[in-house]
């Protein structure tokens, strides 16, 4: 009557597992109770403060240059903003933002000028 033992690498597996699980919780306690805390400086105590409410700046956009790319979007979404000299159909967002701020430059509306390339 041969009974089979267990093999004995099992066993060490397990212990070798517990072991490193007790070393995790020492080291995640010694970590924890090292921490002190830390001193508020001058800086942030005025940091802290609450600031005084700027002043609104003015706007970039003029509300007619706003309506005329609102103009420009519905065209796109209905299909019948074109480009230019070639008359092929704006299917970009972006390119019918940028027709509509043209529009609006050569309208005289308040709108920022283009960016240079570089």
Do not use: C, D, F, W
């Not at 970590?31 to 002043?55: C, I, L, Q």
């Not at 007619?64 to 420009?72: D, F, H, K, L, P």
């Amino acid at each position: 009557m041969a009974t089979k033992k267990a093999p004995a690498k099992s066993a060490a597996k397990k212990s070798t597992t517990t072991k490193s699980t007790s070393a995790r919780k020492a080291t995640a306690k010694k970590s924890s109770s090292s921490k002190t805390p830390a001193k508020k400086t001058a800086a942030s105590k005025s940091a802290a403060r609450k600031t005084p409410a700027k002043k609104t700046a003015a706007r970039k956009y003029s509300t007619s240059a706003g309506s005329q790319v609102a103009t420009e979007m519905h065209e796109m979404h209905e299909g019948k903003l074109k480009i230019g000299r070639s008359g092929t159909k704006v299917t970009n967002p972006r390119q019918a933002i940028a027709i509509g701020l043209s529009e609006a430059r050569k309208k005289g509306a308040k709108v920022p000028p283009k960016p240079n390339p570089k």
